[in-house]
């Protein structure tokens, strides 16, 4: 057998704390499932090979995952030992290690991930576990250590004498096991327990009297470990991930006047010496070039590639758009489906009408365009380079480069009529 690296993420439990008629594992965080971003982090680790364990409303959390993991089936939710006992079978046949993890932990650093499984391999532990320590009291188990540092047991915060809930080092459930000294330690599990469930952190004893090596890895961040139970929990995780991301892109060289209005999403680029400003969201995959300002109150949603020195002002709602070099969009515009060169000015109130009800149609406007205020843009339809369009206009039609388009009613006065 090949020495691997698999993962178990363990996805059967009910959460009834959040009230909802879905699985709490497919509420989002910045508009992605909690069980998509569990899964998503493991393999940006660089572990492809994923076993899920589904039970209560498996159908859900299957058409979030689709075909991206392998599935194993809790029936019954009998404790974790019991869920990671229903992927046994998908074990059987491999040698190395796996990761075992809870899907609604979602912003775990793939870093933490990949320093978990480096020191299971480097110190041969047979298991290893991420724990946190904190200045606080908190209801998990305890993590004993005997004289020479290795893991002897997990106590569970229930069942600690006075002493032992003294001790700062807690279990995190998100464990590194050696994958057939784990298939042997589950033969062992029982239930004789108050709960009658078969409990993972049992294992760990079960090893360390075997003489196994067992130690513990304590993660740098603990808001990386955080779970999700209710709608706070969801509130906490999102702030958390909020400023993550607000704080790496302005270690990057990105202003941010506003740390905690700025919803920046996963994946966005943006260059240095770019200011952005409150109450802007920016999506999933969005990429902004260098010395540009967004916002404030701007929506920068996917599909979206802005060059250098952008301006995109307040009130404007940018869609599937790429903008060229130094093009300004101040204020109360949607440009939607659209290509626009450089230098250009869209002027207030403009908008592309990509949608006729059934299709989406694109605008694209040439360099150094010049869009007046209140002009709609009525897709498909194409601006040369160098076009001048008249405030209030509807434009139909292409514009040829170098061209004033006008597309409006002649004005008409009826003198007296207000009198009448």
């Known amino acids: 057998m090949k020495d691997e690296v698999i993962a178990i993420v363990m996805a059967a439990g009910k959460g009834t704390r959040m009230k909802s008629k879905k699985s709490k594992l497919v509420h989002k965080i910045y508009g992605k499932e909690i069980i998509k971003r569990a899964v998503e982090n493991v393999k940006k680790a660089g572990i492809e090979n994923v076993i899920t364990i589904v039970g209560y409303q498996k159908e859900q959390i299957q058409e979030v995952l689709k075909d991206s993991v392998i599935y194993a089936i809790q029936e019954e939710t009998l404790g974790t030992g019991h869920a990671v006992m229903q992927a046994t079978k998908l074990l059987e046949n491999r040698s190395g290690k796996v990761l075992v993890l809870n899907g609604d932990h979602p912003i775990m650093r793939p870093e933490t991930l990949k320093a978990l499984v480096q020191k299971s391999m480097e110190q041969s532990e047979s298991a290893t576990i991420l724990t946190m320590v904190h200045d606080k009291e908190l209801p998990y188990g305890r993590i004993i250590h005997d004289e020479h540092g290795k893991v002897k047991e997990i106590i569970e915060h229930k069942d600690c004498n006075e002493e032992q809930r003294k001790i700062r080092e807690v279990n995190l459930g998100m464990y590194c096991f050696d994958i057939q000294e784990l298939l042997e330690a589950l033969k062992k599990l029982n239930n004789n327990n108050s709960q009658g469930e078969y409990y993972l952190t049992d294992v760990i004893k079960i090893m360390y009297d075997k003489g196994l090596k067992t130690g513990s890895i304590v993660v740098s961040d603990n808001t990386e470990v955080l779970g999700v139970n209710d709608r706070m929990d969801l509130q906490v995780l999102t702030k958390a991930l909020q400023l993550r991301i607000n704080t790496e892109h302005m270690n990057n060289g990105v202003t941010i006047e506003d740390i905690n209005n700025t919803y920046i999403y996963d994946d966005v680029q943006i260059g240095m010496d770019t200011i952005i400003h409150p109450n802007t969201t920016i ?138």
């Not at 599909?303 to 109360?332: N, Q, R």
């Open 283 to 420: 999506k999933s995959g969005v990429v902004i070039g260098e010395e540009c300002e967004i916002g404030p109150n701007a929506y920068i949603r996917e599909g979206c590639e802005l060059a250098d020195k952008v301006k995109v002002g307040s009130f404007v709602e940018i869609k599937k758009a790429k903008i060229g070099t130094s093009t300004k969009v101040p204020h109360l515009s949607y440009m939607g489906d659209c290509e626009i060169g450089e230098k250009g000015n869209i002027g207030c109130g403009t908008i592309t009408c990509n949608y006729d009800g059934s299709h989406k149609s694109k605008t694209i406007i040439g360099d150094h365009a010049f869009i007046g205020s209140n002009t709609n843009l009525v897709a498909p339809v194409t601006l040369g380079n160098n076009v001048f369009v008249a405030a209030g206009s509807t434009i139909t039609e292409d514009v040829p480069t170098d061209a004033l388009a006008i597309a409006r009613q002649r004005q008409t006065n009826k003198d007296g009529w207000m009198s009448k």
